[in-house]
């Protein structure tokens, strides 16, 4: 079965660690994708990356930076957290071209992080 | 900016009941897929439309794009606790020169009692 997997369920961490979020998939696309989701903000895309090393900033990209060293891998990184960025971070991946239209988008189950 | 506003934010209904669920936007979208998401878990693709007017069925659920392609509804029948949920839509929207993305909207929660 096809997925995408990211590394925690659940991290607590303290203001001003830095903080790696990992996530894998498995189905051979080209394009990764980090979002946060808060309650009556739907999913905010914070990074987007289609291919190994490129990056994209998303529409909120402050606080974050992201690594794609493999196709396979696609990392978001929280310099120096603060207790906004509390929320739950979701990664996904697609099929470049027109295939995602018809497979949309494969999601991980999320990361809920509080930063105490 | 938001771009896709749903409504409504939270619905309580009881098994049987209907239900209509709407996504607008003042932005014209190329296609919108809507997306389930169970607790616990990432959201799960349910359907794309792309066409203005476009009706598609999904046994008991329907999705509209509306058609100027800057709305969509989900309309589901005879509503099953198994429909519980969050329910997305999620409208791409044609650019040169950067990867396909979607935006997505505020979401409307979902919950089915029997």
């Known amino acids: 079965d096809v997925k995408v997997t990211q590394s925690s369920r659940y991290l607590v961490k303290r203001t001003g660690e830095k903080v790696f979020l990992e996530c894998v998939q498995d189905m051979d696309h080209e394009n990764m994708f980090w979002y946060r989701q808060d309650p009556g903000l739907g999913l905010r895309l914070i990074y987007f990356?289609?291919?190994?090393?490129?990056?994209e900033k998303g529409d909120i990209p402050e606080g974050y930076s992201v690594s794609r060293e493999k196709k396979e891998r696609f990392s978001l990184i929280l310099e120096s957290a603060s207790t906004n960025q509390t929320s739950m971070y979701l990664c996904?991946?697609?099929?470049?071209?027109?295939?995602?239209?018809?497979?949309?988008?494969?999601f991980g189950s999320g990361t809920r992080l509080t930063v105490v | 900016t938001q771009l896709l506003e749903q409504s409504p934010q939270f619905l309580s209904i009881q098994e049987g009941e209907n239900l209509t669920v709407y996504c607008n936007s003042s932005?014209?979208?190329?296609?919108l897929q809507w997306y389930r998401q169970e607790p616990g878990e990432g959201p799960v693709l349910l359907v794309t439309?792309?066409?203005?007017?476009e009706v598609k069925k999904l046994k008991r659920l329907t999705f509209q794009f509306g058609d100027a392609r800057k709305d969509s509804s989900l309309h589901i029948t005879a509503a099953q606790p198994g429909d519980t949920g969050l329910y997305l839509c999620?409208?791409?929207?044609?650019?040169?020169?950067?990867?396909?993305?979607?935006?997505f909207g505020t979401g409307t929660r979902l919950q089915v009692t029997l």
């Open positions: 932005s014209v979208f190329s296609s």
């Open positions: 999620a409208g791409f929207r044609l650019r040169t020169g950067t990867a396909s993305k979607l935006t």
């Open positions: 990356s289609y291919d190994v090393k490129m990056k």
């Open positions: 996904a991946s697609s099929l470049s071209g027109q295939g995602w239209r018809f497979h949309g988008y494969t």
């Open positions: 439309v792309v066409t203005g007017g």
